[in-house]
């Protein structure tokens, strides 16, 4: 049956007795937001209890203009008109003295197969219908042309005859988007947009002509030319019940004076969770990305720095080198002829040709090709204490070994490495203990010493003049010299200080 929507009367308020016998009251909520009827219904009540009166009044016979958004939650109510008044005739207005009267919602859910009890298929539904809510699949009703609170009477297409039902006005404001695809609804064909919530990520809107066109909580904004949109003014979107099912989810970021990270948040049983985008932070030699431009470890300023190891230290300058800050620049080296300064100490090819023989001259010559070793004669050191007077002889230090004899027959005289020269007592060894009437002379502790020889026994008292001496008490005694020569004119002397000679006068 095709049904005439109600049309004329502009956007009048009309309060409808709370007793009128209407026993509609329905679970209005959406995104916790709880409705009075008063909130809900509005001037639209009214034709719900002229519905809901009886056949004496027809729907058709009441003009109001639901099209234009007439749920209106501003306490000024106007009263019923006198009947009779033509379509749009203004009615004078009185200030409405009483209180909103909340209706409490019944504690009961809805019977199945009634208005707002949920559903999988039409035919759970008395009136046919089963359609989907942002709490899930509910069972709605036939309207001409006004629904409760969040509902929109809405023509079905597709029928036989055009059909209206009342479907939910924001199915998916709120939900988490990425394209306007996604937040078509039959309410507003198609003019549902995916409106984009800055850094939080994009979240569905409604078509709205006016504030009261969308829930609580919401503002009608104008976006881009395409009219306005319901847009959440009270915080961050959360998940309706139909978006957790569907694991909605929306890009979303993180900005900062760094730049922006990219990111997602979803719908899940605990709620929208928070956006996976890292915050953007000044980039770093790490391996990421961490001001999320698209480029890792870029525009990193050097630094200086130094490369140092047993060879000395050098200069460099930083650079991110996967993931690592490198410094670059030479490192130090042993010196070497080269024509460079391997180790960095500011000279170059210093001490790079020793050969460690001090017996040779070093010197690094490049054009000479490298180093040269150049012999020399001059005093060394070859390091050994039983040698003396050492000296460079062919590119060799030599010495001449050390004289270690103390003059004592009695010592046994050596020369080690460590020790130098060394003079052991040579108990038993023979010596001269210096006395001529001695014999058998023998080292022992107190000295050298021999044997008194006995009186008379033949001696030399080392004078060349002697001619003969014999021991008497352990001294030599001179018993004869020989420089007579027969002439008595003569006086005959031997000259012992000149080898014995004799000399005569
Ligand atoms: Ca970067
Ligand atoms: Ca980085
Ligand atoms: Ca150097
Ligand atoms: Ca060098």
Redesign the pocket.
């Known amino acids: 049956m095709m049904r005439a929507r109600s049309l004329l009367r502009p956007a009048s308020v009309v309060e409808c007795p709370l007793d009128n016998g209407c026993a509609t009251s329905y679970p209005l909520q959406f995104r916790g937001h709880s409705m009075t009827i008063r909130d809900a219904v509005g001037c639209t009540w009214l034709i719900v209890c002229v519905a809901c009166a009886g056949p004496a009044a027809s729907p058709q016979a009441v003009a109001v203009d639901t099209s234009s958004g007439t749920t209106n939650g501003a306490d000024t109510a106007v009263h019923i008109p006198p009947s009779g008044l033509a379509d749009g005739t203004a009615v004078a207005m009185a200030p409405d003295t009483a209180a909103d009267v909340p209706i409490s919602k019944p504690d009961a859910p809805p019977a199945p197969g009634t208005f707002g009890a949920p559903c999988q298929a039409n035919g759970d539904c008395a009136s046919g219908y089963c359609v989907p809510g942002p709490a899930g699949k509910l069972c709605t009703q036939g309207c001409v042309d006004v629904c409760p609170e969040g509902f929109a009477c809405t023509a079905l297409t597709g029928t036989a005859d055009v059909t209206y039902v009342c479907v939910a006005r924001w199915l998916h404001l709120c939900d988490p988007c990425e394209a306007d695809a996604a937040c078509a609804d039959l309410a507003s064909g198609g003019g549902a947009r995916c409106l984009s919530y800055g850094d939080d990520g994009s979240f569905c809107g409604t078509p709205c002509q006016q504030e009261a066109d969308c829930p609580k909580g919401f503002a009608c904004v104008a976006e881009g030319g395409t009219g306005g949109q319901c847009r959440n003014v009270s915080g961050l979107c959360t998940c309706s019940a139909a978006a957790v099912g569907a694991k909605l989810a929306t890009s979303c970021h993180h900005s900062s004076a760094f730049g922006t990270c990219d990111g997602v948040r979803g719908c899940s049983e605990a709620g929208l969770s928070a956006c996976t985008a890292p915050i953007p932070k000044a980039e770093a030699c790490n391996d990421q990305d961490d001001d999320c431009d698209g480029a890792t470890d870029e525009d990193i300023a050097p630094a200086p720095c130094v490369n140092s190891n047993g060879h000395g230290v050098c200069a460099g300058q930083t650079a991110c080198e996967k993931g690592k800050v490198a410094c670059l620049g030479a490192v130090p080296a042993k010196?070497?002829?080269?024509?460079?300064?391997?180790?960095c100490d500011g000279a170059?090819?210093?001490s790079?040709c020793d050969d460690g023989n001090s017996c040779t001259e070093d010197a690094?010559n490049i054009s000479l090709g490298g180093c040269l070793f150049a012999q020399v004669t001059k005093p060394c050191n070859d390091g050994d204490v039983c040698t003396t007077d050492d000296t460079c002889k062919a590119g060799k230090c030599l010495g001449d070994p050390v004289s270690c004899d103390d003059g004592d027959a009695c010592t046994l005289d050596s020369c080690g490495a460590a020790t130098g020269c060394t003079h052991a007592a040579a108990p038993g060894a023979s010596c001269d203990d210096g006395k001529p009437c001695t014999a058998g002379d023998t080292c022992a502790a107190s000295g050298c010493a021999g044997t008194l020889l006995a009186d008379g026994a033949t001696c030399t008292d080392g004078n060349k003049c002697t001619l003969a001496a014999e021991c008497q008490s352990g001294t030599c005694t001179v018993m004869e010299t020989s420089c007579s020569d027969g002439n008595p004119c003569t006086d005959d002397a031997c000259d012992s200080g000149a080898g014995g000679a004799c000399k005569h006068f």
């Open positions: 010196e070497t002829c080269n024509g460079q300064d391997d180790d170059i090819d210093e790079a690094c």
